[in-house]
C-alpha cells in the first residue's frame, strides 16, 4: 500500500514539474530566436553562441517534457518498476549533446579570436539583458524541483549556464562600447564553451551512475549495513546487500540477514527493518531473506 501511495504522489509530482517546464520552454524559445536574430545583426558570435546554448536549452527542456510522459505509464508484467528510467536516459542524452556544442563554440571562438570583427555593442547589451531576465524567470519557475530530479536538475544546470553566459555577454558588450574590445567577444563565447563541458560532465557521471546501478550519491552498502546493525541488535551479520535506484527519488533495497536467536516474530522483524529503511530513505522496494 505504501509502495503505491509512493508512486501516486511521485506521478503528481511530475505532473506538476512537466508544467512548469512547458513554461520555462515557451520562454526559452522567445528569447533563442530573439539571440539569434541579434547575433546577426550585431554580428556578435557571443550571442549566437549563448543562442546556441538556448537552443541546446530548449532540447534539454523538450526531451525532459518527453521523459517524464513516459514515465508516468504505470508498471505492468513485462515492465516491472514502470518506466521511470527514461528521465535518467533523458539526462544522459542531455549531458551527450552538451559536448558537441560545446566543441563547436570553441572552434568558432578560435577562429573569431584569430579574425576578430567588429560588433554592436550597445545592441548586444540590449538583448543580452532580455536574455538574462529570461533565464532568471526560468530558474525561479524550476528552482523547488532540481534537487529532488536529476532530469530536472540537467535542465536546471542548462538554465544556471545560460544566466552566467549572458551576464558574461553584458560584460562583453560593456566593454566593447566603452573600449571598442571587440577581441572579448570570442574570448566570452570561449569561456561560455568551457562551462557548458563542464557541467555536461557533471550530468552525465550522476545519471551514468544510476544507469549502472551504482549506490546513491552519499549512501553506501557498508554505511548502511553498519546503521542496521546499530538499529537492530537482533542481526548477526549482512550479505548481498544492495541498493541502487530507479531513478533519483526512488531506491530499491535487497539484503540477506543472519539473525542471533530464533525465538522471534519474523514477520514483525521484517515489518520494523522495511518501515525503518522507508523512513529514512525513498526507498519504494525492500526485500530481506532472513537466515536463522
Not at 512537466?18 to 528569447?31: H, Q, W
Not at 529532488?148 to 544556471?160: A, C, G, P, Q
Not at 553506501?220 to 546487500?241: G, M, Q, T, V, Y
Not at 525465538?263 to 525503518?276: A, D, P, S, W
Amino acid at each position: 500500500m505504501k509502495e503505491i501511495f509512493y508512486k501516486q504522489q511521485i506521478s503528481e509530482f511530475r505532473f506538476s514539474e512537466g508544467r512548469r517546464l512547458v513554461i520555462s520552454l515557451v520562454i526559452t524559445l522567445i528569447f533563442m530566436f530573439l539571440e539569434i536574430l541579434g547575433g546577426i545583426i550585431t554580428k556578435s558570435i557571443a550571442l549566437i553562441s549563448d543562442a546556441f546554448h538556448m537552443f541546446t536549452h530548449a532540447f534539454t527542456i523538450s526531451l525532459s517534457l518527453f521523459a517524464i510522459i513516459i514515465a508516468r505509464k504505470p508498471p505492468c508484467h513485462h515492465r516491472t518498476f514502470g518506466l521511470y528510467r527514461a528521465e535518467i536516459l533523458s539526462a544522459f542524452v542531455n549531458g551527450l549533446t552538451l559536448l558537441p556544442v560545446s566543441g563547436l563554440i570553441i572552434y568558432f571562438s578560435i577562429r573569431r579570436l584569430t579574425n576578430p570583427a567588429k560588433v554592436l555593442g550597445f545592441e548586444m547589451f540590449i538583448i543580452a539583458i532580455l536574455g538574462l531576465f529570461a533565464n532568471i524567470a526560468s530558474i525561479i519557475i524550476l528552482r523547488k524541483d532540481y534537487k529532488n530530479n536529476i532530469n530536472i536538475k540537467s535542465v536546471f544546470f542548462h538554465l544556471i549556464g545560460d544566466a552566467l553566459s549572458s551576464i558574461a555577454v553584458l560584460f562583453a558588450s560593456v566593454l566593447i562600447i566603452l573600449k571598442n574590445w571587440f577581441i572579448v567577444d570570442p574570448i566570452v563565447s570561449f569561456g561560455i564553451s568551457l562551462l557548458i563541458a563542464k557541467w555536461a560532465f557533471s550530468v552525465l557521471k550522476e545519471s551514468g551512475k544510476i544507469l549502472l546501478e551504482m549506490a546513491p550519491k552519499g549512501l553506501d552498502i557498508e554505511r548502511l549495513s553498519h546503521e542496521l546493525k546499530e538499529n537492530f541488535p537482533e542481526i548477526d551479520e549482512i550479505s548481498s546487500a544492495h541498493i541502487w535506484s530507479i531513478t533519483s527519488d526512488m531506491l530499491v533495497f535487497s539484503a540477506h540477514l543472519s539473525i542471533k536467536s530464533e525465538n522471534f516474530n519474523q514477520n514483525e522483524f521484517l515489518q520494523r527493518v522495511c518501515g525503518y529503511l522507508q523512513s529514512r530513505y525513498p526507498i519504494i522496494e525492500c526485500t530481506i531473506q532472513i537466515k536463522v
